[in-house]
C-alpha cells in the first residue's frame, strides 16, 4: 500500500492521501467540519468526536494527507490550546519515552506550574501568541516534564538568528520555542534528537521583531549610549530611519507619509538641512478653507504650510532642557552643530526613563 501511494504524482497524493470518500455524500475530499461539538448517545459514548479542539474528521485527513506527502508515519494538526497537548498525547499512546518541554516567555505563569507546582511570577511580555496567566482547559499540564521562561530578547534575537543563518523568516513565538530547544539541547551531555516547530510567520512582524527602531523602543535592542539626548532617539536621520519630506513635495505626498510611518509630524530636508517641521495641526489649518477644492489643498506644497520657527536643542544639552519645549505642545528638534540628529517627544522622554531606571 505505501509502494501504491508514493508512485502517485504529487497532485493526486494531495487529494487522496489518507482519506475516504466522505459517507454521506460521496465527496472525494474530506468536507470542511466547522462544528465544535458532536451529539453523544450517552455520557461518554460517542462516535469518535467530542470536542473539535481535541479531534475534528478534517484535521484527522490533513494529519494524514500531511504525514503521507511528508514520507511520515503520523502528522499532525493542532487548534489552538492543543498543540503540546495533542502531541504528548500522543507520543505517550505509542509508547513514547519523548520529554515533553514547554516553551514559556518570562512573564507567563504557565513554567512555574510545570517545575514548581504554583503559577510564576505574571508580568508582560513583547512575544506575540504564546503565554499565558492561567491554565486553558485545554491543557494537561501533567504531560509536560519541564518548562523555560524565555525573555523577550532571547526570543526575538533567535528567531532574528533563524533569518540570518537558515533564511527561515519566523515569528516571536517561534523564536521562544526554538530558544527553548537550544537551551534543553546544550543542557545535554548525550546524544539526543530534539523536535520543535515554527509555527508562525514573521512576515506579520516586520515593523517588530524585524525592525530595529521598534526593538530599540521596547528595550530590547542592543545600542551604543552617549549619555546625551542621541540616547533618547532611536530613528536617527543620518542612518535613514527618519521619514522625511522637502518643501516641494504636494501635502498629498507628504500626508500618505505621515499616514504610512504613523506619525504626526515630518521634518522636512532640503539639499541635506533641516529648513522646517510639518506636523497635522499644519495640514489642518490648510485644510480649513473653501476657496479652494480638496484636490486643490492637497495639491499645495509643504513649503505653504510647514512651521520654520522649529524648537531646536543641541545634543550636549540635558534632559531639562525638553521639559519647555514640551510645554510649548512642540516636539524637540535635536541637532549637532547644523546637523540634523532626530526628533523627541514626550513618549520618548518616558520611555526612556523607563528603560533607565
Known amino acids: 500500500m505505501a509502494d501504491k501511494k508514493n508512485s502517485q504524482g504529487f497532485s493526486t497524493r494531495a487529494i487522496h492521501a489518507g482519506q475516504h470518500p466522505d459517507p454521506t455524500t460521496g465527496a472525494v475530499m474530506t468536507p470542511i467540519y466547522a462544528t465544535s461539538t458532536y451529539a453523544q448517545e450517552s455520557p461518554g459514548v460517542n462516535k469518535g468526536y467530542e470536542y473539535a479542539r481535541g479531534k475534528n474528521p478534517t484535521r484527522e485527513a490533513f494529519e494524514a494527507c500531511i504525514a503521507d506527502l511528508e514520507g511520515g508515519t503520523h502528522g499532525f494538526g493542532f487548534g489552538s490550546g492543543m498543540a503540546i497537548t495533542g502531541t504528548a498525547r500522543f507520543l505517550k499512546s505509542v509508547g513514547s519515552n519523548a520529554q515533553i518541554i514547554l516553551a514559556d516567555p518570562v512573564g507567563s505563569t504557565l513554567a512555574g506550574i510545570v517545575n514548581e507546582g504554583v503559577p510564576g511570577p505574571d508580568g508582560s511580555y513583547t512575544v506575540e501568541g504564546i503565554g499565558q496567566n492561567f491554565v486553558p482547559d485545554t491543557a494537561d499540564m501533567s504531560l509536560i516534564d519541564k518548562a523555560y521562561s524565555i525573555p523577550d530578547a532571547e526570543a526575538i534575537a533567535t528567531a532574528r538568528e533563524l533569518l540570518l543563518k537558515e533564511g527561515i523568516l519566523a515569528g516571536s513565538s517561534s523564536g521562544t520555542l526554538i530558544a527553548t530547544a537550544l537551551r534543553w539541547c546544550r543542557e545535554q551531555t548525550e546524544p539526543k534528537t530534539c523536535v520543535t516547530f515554527v509555527c508562525d510567520t514573521g512576515a506579520k512582524y516586520l515593523s517588530k521583531v524585524y525592525n530595529d527602531a521598534w526593538l530599540a523602543d521596547q528595550g530590547l535592542g542592543e545600542r551604543e549610549l552617549h549619555g546625551d539626548l542621541s540616547d533618547l532617539i ?3 536621520y543620518e542612518r535613514g530611519d527618519v521619514v522625511v519630506a522637502g518643501p516641494g513635495d504636494t501635502l498629498d505626498t507628504a500626508f500618505k507619509r505621515m499616514k504610512g510611518a504613523d506619525v504626526s509630524q515630518l521634518p522636512i530636508i532640503e539639499d541635506g538641512r ?84
Open 234 to 236: 532611536n530613528r536617527k
Open 274 to 357: 533641516l529648513v522646517g517641521i510639518l506636523d497635522e495641526s499644519d495640514l489642518v489649518h490648510v485644510m480649513n478653507t473653501d476657496e479652494i477644492t480638496r484636490k486643490e489643498r492637497f495639491a499645495k506644497p509643504v513649503a505653504d504650510a510647514m512651521t520654520r520657527d522649529l524648537d531646536t536643542l543641541q545634543v550636549k544639552e540635558p534632559l531639562d532642557a525638553l521639559i519647555p519645549v514640551f510645554d510649548r505642545d512642540r516636539v524637540a528638534i535635536v541637532l549637532d552643530g547644523e546637523k540634523f540628529v532626530g526628533l523627541i517627544t514626550r513618549t520618548d522622554l518616558i520611555n526612556h526613563l523607563s528603560l533607565n531606571r
